[in-house]
């Protein structure tokens, strides 16, 4: 269906007992973008938006657990009635990883059903099946300039994450 020159993308179908389909089929998705780099985050928010996508995207687990609701001082910056129907997140954050936001949610009675995607620019075998195993739909591994960052002109490689 286009919209403002757009496409809406519609989720018709069911992976992994996960069903894609908003209530209102005219709903846009909305994705909670998660990055420690505004350039990585850029980036998210830039993709999902050509694909009609609503991003609400922060800078931190501890950001995302505050959108949610979900912070130990239960203070949220965001809205209750915002739905979110994907998380996507960096895993390598500090404060916070990934690994320990996917956590979180999945053990929300309220979110844990909403579908997480880890991403990393480090392809760690254990990470990865640990974070499937936790529940994650999926793990992408960020390729090539995405996964580095800009630094005085030069490109160089972001700091491997210490928390395997």
Same mark, same amino acid.
């Given at each position: ?30 994705? *909670? ?36 609701? *979900? ?19 960096? =895993? ?6 990934? =690994? ?9 009675? #309220? ?13 760690? *075998? ?32 972001? #700091? ?5």
């Amino acid at each position: 269906m286009a919209r403002n020159g757009g496409v809406t993308w519609r989720r018709t179908e069911k992976i992994d007992g996960f069903n894609f389909s908003p209530t209102d089929s005219t709903e846009e998705v909305h994705v *909670l973008a998660v990055d420690d780099s505004l350039v990585d985050r850029k980036v998210i928010e830039r993709l999902l938006r050509i694909s009609s996508c609503k991003v609400t995207a922060v800078d931190s687990g501890i950001r995302a657990l505050q959108f949610l609701g *979900l912070d130990e001082e239960k203070n949220s910056d965001g809205f209750n009635d915002l739905k979110v129907d994907l998380i996507i997140t960096d =895993y390598c954050m500090p404060g916070m990883t990934g =690994y320990e936001l996917l956590k979180k949610v999945k053990e929300s009675s #309220v979110f844990r059903e909403i579908p997480v995607v880890i991403m990393s620019s480090e392809n760690v *075998l254990a990470r990865i099946d640990r974070c499937l195993e936790e529940g994650a739909e999926d793990f992408i591994v960020k390729p090539g300039i995405f996964g580095r960052r800009l630094d005085s002109g030069a490109v160089a490689m972001s #700091v491997p994450c210490a928390r395997g």
